[in-house]
């Protein structure tokens, strides 16, 4: 009987220093296991008389007895202290501030660019782009700016180098070849709208050699001046955000439209501050009309059949006015200081009632 107490001691002992889970179910295998030590003792009871097996089966089994509740005791507090132990580990602290608001702002002309976008894609436009890089034929001969044109001159335009073929390149001067390459590669119906680059030789407080226009272009069974007005004079309202925005259209000469009308909306320049939908005067936005037959010709359609509209803005003419930014120059200036004022939250979406406050 001196074996069975000194394992009740060794084991109560073992399973008193368990330190963790994995030791206390090496102690229990020591124990308890098919071969472990008690276990070894119920065996040999096989062997004994009736007299010394019922003694040392009681005292065996309640051996067992103690050592089973003693494990299981212990599992108890083992399993709390790691369950204690992981969620500390865990913890959050949520008091700690919030994540620093990030320092990088959206360019108010990617932002007018996605506004305008934006509405005309809600109207079914959809966007078109073309090459910085133009060829002669599209950004005018096809537009019907031909070789001896006036228009050429009042372009500034910059010419690369000639090709084999004598062709000089440039860096066209407004989105409108885009409406050619459009024409020539798909067929009506044409619902596209055209932000990008431009080029003009000309630098001044009001004019950039880089800037940006968006072009536009409908073309249809029966496309009219009416679709055109009721297009643009939506634009105009949702742009601005101003309902009842006064939208007025006067005749106009552009070489690829006609008729041709340039549109203005109504301010008021009282006290020398510029105020959009108010007064009685006007500020001219963008050009427009009904797309040339000598166009519509030029890139294979039959112009008795098919009719279209175009039009063309300025961007940064658009920012300055909608955003109140006085100086043409200052959207390249790469200015700080300029970007976290004028500039825009990256995830504040352009929508239809976005944008102006
Ligand atoms: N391309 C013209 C410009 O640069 C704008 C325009 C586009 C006018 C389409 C009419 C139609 O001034």
Redesign the pocket.
């Known amino acids: 009987m001196a074996d069975i107490d000194s394992l009740r001691e060794k084991f109560l002992s073992d399973i008193n220093q368990a330190e963790n889970l994995d030791q206390l179910t090496s102690v229990k295998v020591d124990a308890l296991g098919k071969k472990g030590a008690i276990s070894s003792e119920l065996a040999k009871l096989g062997q004994m008389d009736a007299d010394s097996r019922k003694q040392s089966g009681q005292l065996i089994n309640a051996v067992k007895q103690e050592i089973t509740s003693a494990l299981a005791i212990k599992q108890e507090t083992l399993a709390k202290q790691a369950l204690e132990l992981k969620l500390k580990s865990e913890k959050i602290d949520v008091t700690l501030p919030s994540r620093p608001a990030p320092q990088a702002k959206m360019h108010p002309l990617s932002r007018t660019m996605e506004e305008i976008s934006a509405i005309f894609a809600d109207m079914g436009f959809v966007i078109a782009e073309g090459p910085e890089i133009e060829t002669d034929e599209n950004n005018f001969t096809a537009l019907n700016i031909p070789a001896e044109h006036p228009a050429r001159q009042e372009h500034d335009t910059f010419y690369l180098k000639p090709d084999a073929d004598g062709n000089r390149p440039v860096l066209r001067t ?1 989105t ?1 070849p885009v409406q050619i390459r459009t024409m020539r590669s798909t067929s009506p119906p044409i619902r596209i709208i055209v932000p990008g680059r431009t080029y003009r030789s000309d630098h001044d407080a009001t004019h950039s050699p880089m800037f940006h ?1 968006c ?1 536009g272009l409908v073309i249809g069974p029966d496309i009219h001046m009416g679709h055109l007005k009721a297009t643009l004079i939506d634009f105009c309202r949702s742009f601005f955000g101003v309902d009842e925005l006064p939208v007025r259209f006067r005749p106009s000469y ?1 070489p ?2 006609e008729p ?1 009308a340039e549109v203005d909306i109504g301010c008021s320049r009282e006290g020398g501050g510029l105020k959009i939908g108010a007064g009685d005067d006007w500020l001219e936005i963008l ?3 009904m797309v040339n037959p000598r166009v519509l010709e030029n890139c294979g359609y039959d112009s008795t059949t098919t009719q279209g509209f ?3 803005m300025g961007v940064e003419r658009l920012a300055m006015l909608k955003y109140g930014i006085p100086d043409l120059r200052t959207f390249y200036d790469s200015d700080l200081r300029w970007l976290h004022h004028y500039g825009f939250m990256p995830h504040d979406i352009a929508g239809l009632h976005t944008g102006i406050v």
């Open positions: 407004h409108s226009q072009e552009f690829f439209t041709s050009g427009s009309g175009a039009f063309g």
